[in-house]
C-alpha cells in the first residue's frame, strides 16, 4: 500500500505486531519507542514489500513527538497514518495507590495520545486526508476494577477518538480507537515503574489474565483486526468476539455486567463467587423463544421481546463465562 506510518510503542507488543503486518503489506512504517535499541531490533525483523525504520520517542515529551512527525512529512511529503499506541499499564486497588501511580498512567496513556494527536492532526488536515489509531483497551469500555487508573486513561482516550472522528470527518481525517480485551503482550509482565511503592498486582498481571476465559488474545491476531479497521474506517476495533460479547452486554445489561464483575473482584479478595439460581433451561427457552417471536407468551408470562431475548442470552453467555471464571478466579471482564 506504501502508505507513511509512525507507531509509537512499537518495539514491542501490539505496536511491534502491527508495524510488522503494515510493513509486510507494503508501508513505510517508522517504529518509534522510548527503547531506541528495542525499536532498532524490531525493525531488523520486519519483512515485506514495505520497509521499517527505528525512532527513539518519550511519548511524554510533546516537543519530542512533533519534532519526529514534522521531520516524517518534510522527508515523505506526507504522514497517512499515525498509531498512538504507546502505553503502561497499573493494576492494584484504588486505596493502594498514591497520586504518582496515577499521575505515571495520566502521563503516558493520555498525555501521550493527546501529544501524538496535536502533533499530527494538524498536518492531515492541511493535506487533507489521514488517519489516527489510538489503542485503548477493553477496559475503556467496561468496568475494570482493579486498574482504575488505568481504565479511566483508556475511556479518555476512547472519549477523545470518537469525537474527534466526528469533528475530523470534514477534513477527510479519519480516526479509530482500538479496544482489545487482555492481549499476549510485555504489558502484563511489567513490574510497577521505578519509585512507585508495589500493589497487590504488582507482577501478577499475566497469572491474572491467563485466567480469565478465553485466555489472551494473540497480539499478531490484533494486529490483522487493527489493519483491517484501517481499511474498512472502523469507528472502534473491539477483539477478540469475548470483548465484543462484553463490550454489548455492558451496553445492554450495564447492571448485570457490573455484578458480575463484583463477584469477580470478590475473588481477586479471597470471597467465593457466587451464580443466579435461576434454572437455567427455563432461561435458555425463554431467550431463544423471545429472539424467535415463535410463542405468543414465554414461560416467564411475558410477551416475546426480541430486545428482551437478545439481553437473555447474554444474561447466559455471561453465566456460562462466570462458571468457568469460577474456577480461575479472574480479575473480571477487562
Not at 460479547?245 to 450495564?254: C, D, G, H, T, Y
Request: charged share 20%; net charge positive.
Amino acid at each position: 500500500m506504501n502508505r507513511i506510518v509512525i507507531v509509537t510503542g512499537g518495539a514491542s507488543g501490539i505496536g511491534r505486531a502491527l508495524s510488522a503486518e503494515m510493513v509486510r503489506r507494503g508501508d513505510t512504517v517508522i517504529v518509534a519507542d522510548i527503547d531506541g535499541e528495542g525499536a532498532h531490533r524490531a525493525a531488523l525483523t520486519m519483512s515485506g514489500s514495505g520497509s521499517a525504520r527505528a525512532a527513539v520517542l518519550d511519548v511524554r515529551d510533546a516537543d519530542a513527538v512533533l519534532a519526529l512527525v514534522t521531520s516524517v512529512y518534510d522527508e515523505f511529503g506526507r504522514l497517512d497514518v499515525m498509531v498512538n499506541n504507546a502505553g503502561i499499564g497499573l493494576g492494584g486497588f484504588a486505596e493502594e495507590l498514591s497520586v504518582d501511580h496515577w499521575d505515571s498512567v495520566i502521563d503516558v496513556n493520555i498525555r501521550g495520545v493527546v501529544n501524538g494527536v496535536v502533533a499530527a492532526y494538524p498536518v492531515m488536515v492541511r493535506q487533507g486526508h489521514g488517519h489516527i489509531v489510538n489503542t485503548a483497551s477493553l477496559a475503556g469500555l467496561v468496568p475494570a476494577p482493579g486498574l482504575t487508573p488505568y481504565a479511566m486513561t483508556k475511556h479518555a482516550v476512547v472519549g477523545l477518538s470518537t469525537s474527534l472522528r466526528v469533528e475530523a470527518a470534514g477534513y477527510g481525517v479519519k480516526v479509530t480507537a482500538v479496544c482489545p480485551g487482555f492481549t499476549d503482550t510485555a504489558i502484563l509482565d511489567t513490574p510497577v515503574a521505578p519509585g512507585l511503592a508495589p500493589t497487590s498486582a504488582s507482577g501478577r498481571g499475566r497469572e491474572l489474565a491467563s485466567k480469565l476465559p478465553g485466555g489472551l488474545y494473540d497480539a499478531d491476531l490484533l494486529a490483522l483486526d487493527i489493519v483491517n479497521g484501517i481499511d474498512r474506517n472502523r469507528r472502534l476495533v473491539i477483539a477478540p468476539r469475548s470483548a465484543r460479547v462484553a463490550s454489548l452486554a455492558n451496553r445492554l445489561i450495564p447492571a448485570l455486567v457490573e455484578r458480575q464483575v463484583r463477584k469477580g473482584i470478590g475473588a481477586m479478595r479471597g470471597r467465593p463467587l457466587k451464580h443466579s439460581r435461576q434454572p437455567l433451561a427455563n432461561r435458555i427457552v425463554s431467550a431463544r423463544n423471545c429472539i424467535r417471536r415463535t410463542d405468543t407468551v414465554g414461560l416467564t408470562g411475558e410477551r416475546p421481546d426480541r430486545l428482551k431475548g437478545v439481553r437473555q442470552w447474554l444474561e447466559l453467555k455471561m453465566f456460562w463465562v462466570d462458571s468457568r471464571a469460577a474456577k480461575a478466579a479472574p480479575v473480571g471482564w477487562i
